[in-house]
């Protein structure tokens, strides 16, 4: 097949077509360059200049502020799990809080025990983690050395729609799955991260925005290619980055910047397909059921069941006839899940509610 289809694929996900059409025409040769981004070295002034404007475009449409470094790392996000504790928390004396929202919240606390002394502040499991916490509901801990949240839990679907105030405790951010996809206050961040397979480029990067001051927290035993401050020293490249990976977050924040217009720009435009797709959910009289409770509805995941096992193998089915694809939901939770990240067109978002209504009204 070498057609295009929709694909809500959770990750790793859609890619925008004008950055996938550049990088092929890119490939034989960059221009000026005269061999490919998968041929050439990561200290040659070409990538070195990839590397910046990365980090430029990045910074300009965060409004990064200068206190706070840009770091290209590998390992996903599951080695962040690791490496914020083994950073922030080992023999420091303090705690660790999680406010655990979903599955990944849970893997990501986890990990912080293998370091030091944990503490869930929060958890949403007892509904099966369908809604968010208020921040006066949060407890805060005297001796925390950071509090983490998810603000996008992808299996669940339920997402964080502000950017939460932790005080005086740096506030940790796992973003794999929203990162960019609205404008985000970054002076209330001690440090915020995200795997690029979701909504910022192919897997094999991980994009970590972290404060100044939380860069010398590491104890000696901390091996550099696991410190923060050491990438920080070296501009990502204590050794080969993945450069493909970089190459083609710039182009998305090219993309970004230009034909969306900014990250404003992007969240209208999420919310839009969101809409289309929540008000099917909505309009179908209980026949789908939506997994997150409304205020907590993400705009990138949106999970939902159908009446039966059997349903909803129908419905999958059906949707793949009609080009829309990977909608299965995570088999931890089952039913239904449809990603619709940054690079979904809106037409998918639309043919996807077309078609659910459609499948509600002859099966209904
Ligand atoms: C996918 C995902 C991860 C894991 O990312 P990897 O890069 O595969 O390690 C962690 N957190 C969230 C919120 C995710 O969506």
Same mark, same amino acid.
Do not use: H
């Given at each position: 097949m070498t057609e295009r289809v929709y694909n809500f694929s959770p990750g790793p996900a859609v890619l925008p077509v004008p950055v996938l059409e550049q990088a092929q025409r890119e490939m034989l040769a960059l221009p000026g360059v005269g061999s490919s981004i998968l041929e050439i070295s990561h200290r040659s002034k070409a990538f070195l200049e990839i590397l910046a404007e990365a980090e430029a475009n990045l910074r300009r449409l965060l409004g990064i502020p200068a206190?706070?470094?840009?770091?290209?790392?590998q390992g996903g996000s599951r080695l962040q799990f690791s490496m914020i504790p083994m950073n922030l928390l080992r023999d420091s004396g303090k705690t660790a809080e999680y406010v655990v929202s979903g599955s990944w919240g849970e893997k990501a606390a986890e990990e912080a025990t293998y370091e030091g002394e944990m503490r869930v502040v929060w958890s949403g499991k007892a509904?099966?983690?369908?809604?968010?916490?208020?921040?006066?509901?949060?407890p805060r801990g005297p001796r925390a050395a950071y509090l983490h949240i998810t603000s996008n839990e992808t299996i669940q679907g339920v997402q964080f729609a502000a950017?939460?105030?932790?005080?005086?405790?740096?506030?940790?951010?796992d973003a794999s799955s929203d990162f960019l996809h609205r404008p985000v206050d970054i002076g209330r961040y001690g440090l915020l991260y995200a795997c690029a397979q979701k909504n910022a480029g192919p897997a094999g990067v991980t994009i970590v925005v972290v404060r100044d001051d939380l860069l010398d927290r590491a104890p000696k035993s901390v091996p550099s290619m696991l410190n923060y401050a050491a990438y920080a020293?070296?501009?990502?490249?204590?050794n080969t980055p993945n450069t493909f990976g970089i190459y083609v977050f710039m182009l998305i924040t090219r993309w970004l910047e230009g034909e969306i217009?900014?990250?404003?720009?992007?969240? %209208?435009?999420? =919310?839009?397909? &969101?809409?289309?797709?929540?008000?099917a959910l909505d309009e179908s009289g209980g026949f789908y059921r939506g997994h997150a409770q409304r205020p907590f509805r993400s705009l990138m995941n949106v999970t939902f069941r159908l009446p039966s096992d059997d349903v909803e193998k129908r419905f999958l089915a059906g949707a793949t006839e009609h080009k829309l694809c990977e909608l299965k939901g995570h088999r931890?939770?089952?039913?239904?899940?449809?990603?619709?990240?940054?690079?979904?067109?809106? %037409?998918?978002? =639309?043919?996807? &509610?077309?078609?659910?209504r459609d499948f509600a009204r002859r099966n209904g």
């Open positions: 206190n706070y470094k840009v770091l290209f790392l509904t099966n983690y369908d809604r968010l916490p208020a921040w006066s509901e949060v950017d939460p105030d932790s005080g005086d405790v740096p506030l940790v951010c020293k070296e501009n990502s490249m204590q217009g900014g990250l404003n720009k992007m969240l %209208e435009f999420n =919310r839009a397909k &969101a809409k289309l797709v929540y008000d931890s939770v089952g039913g239904i899940r449809a990603s619709i990240y940054n690079a979904m067109p809106m %037409e998918g978002a =639309r043919l996807l &509610a077309e078609y659910m």
